[in-house]
């Protein structure tokens, strides 16, 4: 039979990307906020004993990172609480879980990338309220993945790609942090990787697919780095900007002071991903091309000042 599939966060750009990379597995539910509420664990609690599902897939998250440095008691109550709930369901039900958790459980000390086994050590309220969510998960769920992710970005929703495609729409100079350095990732990739991930873990095929697991691109920039490709990208793609790539300019972290306290290495290793999964996940800049490629020929796109005919080909 089909399995069930709860997703939550789907109007979240990693939540969206899983409805259409979890179709092909089962049956997928996605309630909206009034229905599954984090907040409200009588409504969560109440959806789960109706629907039953055989996977839950928690993509929901309190995701406002220098804001949880000031609602310290929502982060916990919608990054551990919730998710513990959940955890505690899917074990007494025999059900699989994947809760993802994030690079920011790491304080960014590491010289090399971090690997599943390092001690995490946050310095922020976000960091911490997903490490107790992810804790909560493997204490409760026994058949639960844990994929800690970082620097999501998508065609769609809000992320620094975005930004930068804004602020160099409008700004001739743009100045972004150059000492933080980690792996932008697209959420299709995420999304596509979770898909494998529960196909093999349902195909009974592999022993003890379960824990955590680092999962990011390869290849790793700053923010900076990050930011010069984009604009490089758009203008080989004759995009109109206010910015050129040369007008990128590189700062540090003390020149941009925000709430929290972001770690400085948030580079991930996938070794125990390509190991027990066999996969091994493409260039950072391939998810950024394709990203881009979908916003070039998108419709929303039509009232801006881009120009048309772009390069870039689906
Ligand atoms: N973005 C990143 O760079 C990044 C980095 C590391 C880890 N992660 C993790 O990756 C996962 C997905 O992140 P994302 O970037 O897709 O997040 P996102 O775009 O900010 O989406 C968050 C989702 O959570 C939902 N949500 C928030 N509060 C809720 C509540 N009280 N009840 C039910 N749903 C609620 C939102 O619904 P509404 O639309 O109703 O607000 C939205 O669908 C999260 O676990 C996040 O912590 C993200």
Known sequence: MRPTILVTGSSGQLGFELLRALAPLGKVH????????LARPERMQAWLDRVRPDIIVNAAAYTAVDQAESKQALAFALNAAAPELMA?????????????????VFDGSKSGRYVETDVPGTRMIYGASKLAGE???????????????GWLFSAFGNNFLHTILRLAL?????SIVAD???TPTSTQLVADVTAHM???????KLSEPWGIYHVSASGEASWHEYARHIVHELTLDGVK???AEADVLAIGSSDWPTPASRPANSRLDCSKLAQNFDLNLPHWHEGVSYALAQLLRSGALRNT????GARRKL
């Open 30 to 37: 996605a309630p909206v906020r009034a229905e599954f509420d």
């Open 135 to 149: 804790q909560a998960v493997l204490a409760h769920a026994p058949r639960s993945l844990v994929l800690r992710v």
């Open 198 to 204: 529960l196909s093999a873990s349902l195909s009974g």
């Open 170 to 174: 409008e700004r001739t100079s743009l």
């Open 305 to 308: 000042r881009w120009t048309q």
């Open 241 to 243: 900007l206010a910015c």
């Open 180 to 182: 933080q350095i980690g």
């Open 88 to 104: 505690r369901w899917a074990g007494a039900h025999g059900a699989l879980m994947v809760q993802y958790s994030t690079d920011y």
